[in-house]
């Protein structure tokens, strides 16, 4: 069983940036995709950013990318989201999800395992 915390959301005018760290335990997560969700009042739970278990290869959605950077330290069981030039449509619960798989998958109810998310919110 693996348990994800994340940490690091908060508020933060426009522009602005915030870094987001997933701390795991119970099990080693160097073997998994990890990625991260996020979720606003009324919308689905969509994918945000994911990498592979040596970092060398990630993903984004299309509307984080070249301002969100994943990334993880295996050694720490830690996995960071770095966001940057943050705009108010950011806003939302950020989730820590593992995947077991080992190719990339973008649909949340694919992953295996979920933190309980933090809330970022971000002013126009």
């Known amino acids: 069983q693996v348990q994800l915390v994340e940490s690091g959301g908060g508020l933060v005018q426009a522009g602005g940036s915030l870094r987001l760290s997933c701390a795991a335990s119970g099990r080693t997560l160097s073997s998994y995709i990890m990625g991260w969700f996020r979720q606003s009042p009324g919308k689905e739970r969509e994918f945000v950013a994911a990498i592979n278990w040596n970092g060398r290869t990630t993903r984004y959605a299309d509307s984080v990318k070249g301002r969100f950077t994943i990334s993880r330290d295996n050694a720490k069981n830690t996995v960071y989201l770095q966001m940057d030039s943050l705009k108010p449509e950011d806003t939302a619960v950020y989730y820590c999800?593992?995947?077991?798989?080992?190719?990339?998958?973008?649909?949340?109810?694919?992953?295996?395992?979920w933190g309980k998310g933090t809330l970022v919110t971000v002013s126009s």
């Open positions: 999800a593992a995947d077991t798989s080992p190719i990339f998958r973008r649909d949340y109810y694919d992953m295996d395992y």
